[in-house]
């Protein structure tokens, strides 16, 4: 059995705070190749994964389009040029915010295992941990997507979708139109025990704001993110703290030296009240508060009529 991982990125990774060469390091050890599909102009980026000294790496370079790929599908593109350079016969997608604790790779190398010759299943799917302001705090939140396919098997028709967030089976496929519906196929995943960390809400309010400057000008261009941003702060407000979820569990080993050099919580609110002077951010809008609090409360925290891009085999 072969295992490739693959990713995308370009030179903004390096400029906002992403945790993008511990996301790598974090599977490096289960897999025998690791592919990245890498848009870098300034090159620091190159130089940094490059600076992890291993031979399973491999760069492919690209040139994002942003002209022809609109709509944040930039980033299906991409991911697809990744994909399809990758040779296992699984495939372990992540991204640059993400990063796997070292307790799971034993877990999800011995699934994939298990499940190689089974054809019934397509992906695994993993729970998903959002950080969020810092690394004790995450959301738990109606809206926020809980789990999502990070291990997919190598097949033609598999192809990144939307933005990039998920997979389907699109036979025939153009190459073209990563949003659309028709004539594409959910994926049969197994659930596999095993969480995945989300650091993308966790950097400093100045780069989350920027960050965030930068994903919407992916999904909406230039002009339109000018106008949106034209009134707003050069930092994030995160809100109150206070009114999530704590997390007192240790994160993955890789991740060490940007949690010591944590330096924002003086920016940051831990207490329950907040002045806004912004729109609410989607979990602290009164209808998710009301159904994240039936559903972690009754349901286990399994959304009512929540995101489900996948049909699971029991």
């Known amino acids: 059995m072969k295992i490739s991982g693959f990713t995308l990125a370009n030179d903004k990774v390096a400029q906002l705070y992403y945790p993008y060469l511990e996301s790598i390091q974090s599977i490096l050890p289960i897999v025998d190749e690791f592919v990245v599909a890498l848009d870098d102009k300034v090159g620091d980026v190159r130089a940094g994964i490059l600076g992890l000294n291993s031979d399973k790496i491999k760069i492919i370079d690209t040139t994002w389009d942003t002209e022809k790929y609109t709509d944040g599908t930039i980033l299906a593109q991409q991911t697809d040029i990744a994909k399809e350079h990758c040779s296992g016969d699984w495939l372990f997608y992540i991204q640059s915010d993400e990063v796997m604790h070292e307790k799971y790779l034993p877990v999800i190398k011995a699934k994939c295992e298990e499940l190689l010759h089974d054809s019934k299943v397509d992906a695994l799917l993993f729970r998903y941990r959002h950080f969020y302001g810092d690394y004790q705090h995450y959301l738990q939140s109606h809206g926020i997507y809980p789990k999502e396919m990070r291990v997919i098997r190598n097949l033609p028709e598999i192809h990144s979708w939307g933005d990039a967030q998920s997979f389907r089976r699109i036979p025939n496929f153009d190459y073209q139109n990563y949003r659309q519906k028709e004539n594409t196929f959910k994926l049969n ?19 989350m704001q920027n960050k965030r400057k930068n994903l919407h000008t992916v999904f909406k261009g230039e002009k339109k993110v000018e106008q949106m941003f034209a009134q707003a702060s050069d930092s994030f407000d995160y809100g109150a703290l206070g009114n999530l979820s704590q997390y007192k569990e240790s994160h993955p080993l890789v991740l060490a030296q940007k949690i010591k050099e944590f330096s924002w919580a003086s920016e940051l609110n831990y207490g329950t009240k907040h002045e806004l002077d912004r729109p609410l951010h989607k979990h602290e809008k009164l209808k998710n508060r009301i159904l994240s609090k039936i559903e972690n409360s009754l349901f286990g925290g399994n959304q009512i009529f929540g995101y489900s891009n996948w049909k699971v085999v029991k």
Do not use: S
Not at 189 to 207: I, N
């Open 189 to 207: 995943v197994a659930e596999v025990d095993a969480y995945m960390f989300h650091y993308g809400w966790t950097r400093p309010p100045k780069y």
